[in-house]
Every structure is written in C-alpha cells, then in structure tokens.
C-alpha cells in the first residue's frame, strides 16, 4: 500500500505517512492512496479580510484542487484506489472568523464528492474528512466546545485516513466525516466559544 | 444586483420582482448593454429609478468603483444580490486551470468582492441592510461533469453562514437561493441540455415537470428581502420545483 501526501504540514504528513507504513499490507487495497490537505486556519471576519488574504485561500483550494486530480490520474492509471481530501470542520459548522476556511472545505468537499461520482466506475473511491480544531494550532479553550474534551490530534487523522484506505471502508465513497471529537455539532454562542469572552 | 442584465436570467427576474416591490435597481453586468438598457427601461416604467453599472464582479476595484458610482446616482444600498456566475462543462481529470480560475474568479471571487464592498458601508453607517446570494442545488447535489461550478456554489454557502454570523449584531441577514433548472443563457451551453430529447429527460427529473421562472426567484429574494424575512439568517432557499428531493 502506497500513499503519497499533499498540502499537508511536514508533521502531518510524516503522522499520515508513519500510519500507513504501520498498517502495512493490512490496509488490504492493492492500488494506492492518496490524502490532499487544506486544513486553513481561522482569520479575521470576512468583512475585515483583505483582498490578499483571500486570495491565498483561494490559492489553498486552487493547489488541493489540482493535487487531487493529479492524484486521481495516477489512481485511474493503477486501476484503482482511494482519495481522501482534508478540509476544517468549519465547512461543517462555521463560527466568527472561519469563514476562509468554510469557504475552502466547503469548496472541496463538492470537488471531492463530484470526483467521486466521477470516479467510482474507475474504481477510485473519494471521500471528505472534517477536522476539527488542531492541537498546537487553536486556542486551548476551544477545548470547552469539543464533546470529548480534547482538540484534534494528527494522529486521530492519520488513523481516519489508514481507515478511509482500507478494507473497511471499501463501499464508502463521496461521504464526509468529521474527525474532530464532536465539536461539529456543538452550539457556542454564536457559533464561538470566544463571543462572549471576546467581546 | 449583479448578473442582472440577460434576458432569460434569474438576475432578471429578481430585478424585476425587487422593482414591483418598490426598489430603485442598480443593475449590473459584465457585458449585454442593450439587454440591461431594455431591463433598466422596464424598471423605469414602473416608476422606479434604475440604471446600469457595468462592471467584472472578479475586478475588486471595478467593484469598488461600482458601488462608490452607485451610491452617488441612487443612494445608500439596502440590498445587495449578488447573482453574477459562469459555467463550464469539464470532467474532473479534464477540468483546466483556465476553467478553474474564470469560475472561481467570478463565482467565488466575484461574490465576496460584492458582499464585503457592499456590507462594510452598512456596518460603517450603523444601516441594516439585506444581503443575498444566489448559489445553486449544486449546494448539495454533486453533478458530474461540473466539479468547479459546484464547488464554488459549495463555497458561497460557507461564505453566506460566516457572513450571516459575524453581521447579524449588525442588523444585516445574509441568505443564498438555490435556483434548479432555468432555461437561462448560462444554461444554454449544457451539454446535456442540446436536444429535444435531452430537455424531456432533464424535465422528468424535477417532480414539478417544468424549469423555475427566474420570477419564481425573484420573489423568494422579495420574502427574504421584506421585513418578513428579518428573522431568517444564513438560510439556504431551494427554489428548484423538487429537483434535488429523494435524490440528495
């Protein structure tokens, strides 16, 4: 079983790496594998966002894009095989100051799913995962909006994608699932923890 | 209201419910000048003050320009549509960068160029104001053959929920529509949409039997632009005749 990584942060990529090397032959999926990232981190409100800095979102979709269809030609050409694109769970629940981020998961997931209307009679299955906020990225107390009281390690994202690629999941394809403790359903003021506190 | 200026499109027909409703019409476009001076003399015939505002939704100053002229011929904005899209047919492993860039630029881009220049004067004035996008069941009907079309209505949606969020202390909603099948010019470059033939199978997808009226989405964008409609914030508004029901 082979993956290769895209647009993943070099820890992320080493965890997703290490994961699929440590399920080994396990994996079960002959043709390979292949994680697109775009995991954005939350900015100013939309209305104070500069022109630059929307446009460099854009450019995070853009490259997730394009990596994913390249990475679909080489799993087309093997005959098969699994893709899985990263987005924030903000594209799921969006809060003040998400909103580059919702716009790009959202963006991504609706690539990923049309790929995998696209793609399944290829044998190339596509599917979306959601992450919740990053440990070493946020602010601990997002922690207090998270239902299993802790954020989202690269671990927990290594794990969902070994599992994406695998036996298991061989009849999933175009789904989204939320990597991210529960915080996707959860209902802070606002849609923040921080409103209150921040206001 | 962008994208306002074709004939047969939704930007139309919300132009026109908008000005029976009461509303002077800035109409915008990026092209179709005789087209938006026969839609600018029909608003005017109502009574209503319109005129036209060329402008590339994707040009950041060419909107900034827009409004600033705007606001000076017909006053502060209370409304903003924000309607302007482009479409392309292209498989997933075939979709090109050109493709990707012009659909993204006005689709995307477009949208947040004229929401952002439109809302900043409201929050700055202390003015409520209404603000509506129109996406697509793209939203939540992945079609083939149009992956970026519909990742970029995928994106307003988030856009639209941000923006509903962090503007409503400001008195401001933020909603999108989701127009189904309109027989409008961007449409009429479908690949599936060529034949006789192919119009009757798409027909039978959409339980209602017929495509919308770009009215029928006008007078949605009128519900959610009325005071009726005050209390309704980062929704999404099918007007789509069934399509996408017991498919998605």
């Not at chain 1, 990584?5 to 292949?34: I, K, M, R, W, Y």
């Not at chain 2, 000076?72 to 903003?80: K, N, W």
């Not at chain 2, 202390?169 to 933020?174: C, E, H, Q």
């Not at chain 2, 006008?218 to 999404?236: H, I």
């Amino acid at each position: 079983m082979t993956v290769s990584v895209h647009g993943l942060s070099p820890s992320l990529a080493a965890a997703v790496t290490d994961a699929f090397q440590a399920a080994g032959d396990g994996t079960g999926e002959a043709a390979g594998a292949a994680v697109v990232g775009a995991l954005l981190p939350s900015g100013p409100d939309l209305l104070r966002l500069e022109q630059a800095s929307w446009e460099g979102a854009i450019g995070v979709a853009r490259e997730a894009f394009f990596s994913l269809q390249q990475a679909a030609r080489s799993l087309v050409e093997q005959g098969g095989g699994c893709l899985v694109m990263l987005v924030p769970a903000h594209s799921l629940r969006t809060s003040r100051g998400c909103g580059a981020a919702a716009v790009v998961g959202s963006f991504l997931t609706t690539t990923a799913q049309v790929a995998a209307v696209e793609l399944g009679p290829e044998g190339v299955r596509v599917n979306v995962l959601a992450v919740g906020p990053l440990e070493g990225e946020v602010d601990p107390r997002t922690t207090e909006s998270i239902p299993l009281g802790r954020l989202t390690r690269e671990a927990d994202i290594a794990a969902a994608c070994v599992m994406l690629a695998g036996p298991q999941a061989g009849f999933l394809s175009g789904t989204v699932i939320a990597v991210d403790g529960g915080y996707a359903v959860t209902k802070g003021v606002g849609g923040s923890p921080f409103a209150a506190a921040d206001a | 209201m962008t994208g306002a200026a074709r004939e047969r499109g939704i930007g139309r027909g919300i132009a026109q419910c908008l000005a029976e409703e009461g509303c002077d019409v800035a109409v915008n476009d990026v092209g179709a000048a005789d087209e938006a001076a026969g839609l600018v003399a029909e608003i005017q015939a109502l009574g209503r003050r319109a005129a036209f505002f060329p402008a590339d939704v994707s040009d950041r100053e060419a909107v900034d320009g827009m409004f600033e002229s705007v606001e000076a011929e017909l006053g502060p904005i209370d409304i903003v549509c924000s309607n302007a899209g482009v479409a392309d047919w292209q498989g997933f492993l075939d979709v090109t960068e050109e493709s990707f860039d012009r659909l993204v630029s006005v689709n995307l881009t477009g949208a947040f160029n004229v929401c952002q220049a439109a809302a900043r004067p409201m929050v700055a004035a202390g003015r409520p104001g209404k603000i509506v996008v129109t996406s697509s069941v793209h939203v939540q009907m992945p079609f083939g053959e149009m992956s970026v079309y519909g990742a970029t209505k995928a994106g307003l949606k988030g856009m639209v929920e941000t923006m509903a969020v962090e503007l409503a202390p400001s008195g401001i909603t933020v909603n999108h529509i989701g127009p189904g099948w309109v027989r409008s010019f961007i449409n009429d470059s479908s690949p599936s949409l060529q034949t006789d033939e192919e119009v009757e199978a798409t027909l039978k997808l959409i339980p209602a039997g017929r495509p919308a009226d770009p009215r029928e989405l006008g007078r949605a964008v009128v519900y959610l632009c009325s005071s009726d409609g005050d209390y309704v914030t980062g929704e999404y508004l099918r007007v789509d005749g069934g399509f996408v029901v017991g498919k998605y």
